[in-house]
């Protein structure tokens, strides 16, 4: 709960600047360091929190006592490399026009990337809303149009109502690639795993948006640990680690909301109904960790005719993450990016290993873009 100081400096906040407020960050910080008397590891899920705990240097203003660690919460980053692989070769096919958000271009497959093989002529078209690619498929009848669907309960919305618009329509050139992943079942089979180490979760405030945070409540229940809903400002992520200090070092475990002007209990039930209508859940692989029992989704049969995957015949198209990237690691909280030796030499955004490089949610790019690599690449 926040001190009486804290919640007045609080009831002020009104605009989105105001939650960079640095007096009310160093309040926060003094207050997790006054509360906090033994070590404990906290994982922020969300990319997104990952490059403004980097770029604001929330975690130099915390107590030594206190590691923060990154989870797999960039969709770009734990999309299969058979996925990426699967859009290539998609890209290649007569007659297919391929759309993908701006971001998964660069997204290093086996050997090549959608940035390449549209430079070599491939119709590979960037867009900001899948409905776009509806509108390609409708403006376009003798193109096979493709979207590539990745990402998290965030956009799983839209990319639903995609295929619900195509289907409503009869746009029997309108596909999905599908590459869905779920938060919860990752948290679950991190805290399953005998190398886990974190004590408690900033839960990603975007996704519980759409979701709400009820899920939260049987990993509270099963393995002991606390659960915060966190922003993605500096005083969001701050109150949300002292939130989690405070029920560590009062030996409880709870689902708690930070982020109380996004999220609520429930999230947004419209956006649950239009993907519960067009998916199921499913097993999923994830890149660099491997497949989660049902913490995926894909097309219900009723939307077989837009599933890219069965009516390209993808399935035979696997493939093996490269032996240097450490990326895996990284997105389970084991290693930090500086750790691997690719870093920022063999690996950069200009020439990226793996997806968390070159994501603008990747960990491995935002400790890049904020040079928290200086010391260790360069001597500085």
Known sequence: MRSRATYLMFCEMRYNDEYRDARICHALAREIGEQTTRPWVLMEICGGQTHTIMRYGIDD??????ELVHG???????????TIDKAIALAAFPGVTLVSYGDML???????????????????????SPLEAVKIARANPDRRVVF???GFE???PANAMAAWQAKREGLSNFSLLVSHVLVPPAIRALLASPQNRVNAFIAPGHVCT??????????????????????????????????????????QARVENQYVRSVNYKGNVAAQQIMNEVFEISDQKWRGIGTIPRSGLRLR??????????????????????AECMSAEVLQGLRKPIDCPAFGTLCTPENPLGAPMVSSEGACAAYYQYRRHAREVTGA
């Open 301 to 322: 049969s009723e939307y077989a005719a837009h599933d890219a995957n069965a009516l390209f015949r993808m399935d035979v198209i696997t493939a093996d993450e490269p």
């Open 106 to 128: 660069r997204v290093p497959g086996s050997s090549s990337d959608l940035f390449r093989v549209k430079a070599q002529g491939a119709d590979v078209r960037v867009a900001y």
């Open 210 to 251: 759409v979701m709400g945070y009820q899920e939260y409540e049987s990993l509270v229940r099963d393995f002991g640990v606390p659960i915060v809903v966190g922003g993605f400002e500096p005083v969001d992520l701050l109150e949300a680690i002292l939130m989690l200090v405070q029920q560590l070092e009062n030996r």
């Open 72 to 82: 797999p919460g960039c969709p770009v980053c734990v999309t299969p490399l058979e």
């Open 148 to 150: 590539l669907a990745i």
């Open 154 to 156: 965030t956009t799983a």
């Open 61 to 66: 203003l915390l107590p030594r006592q206190i």
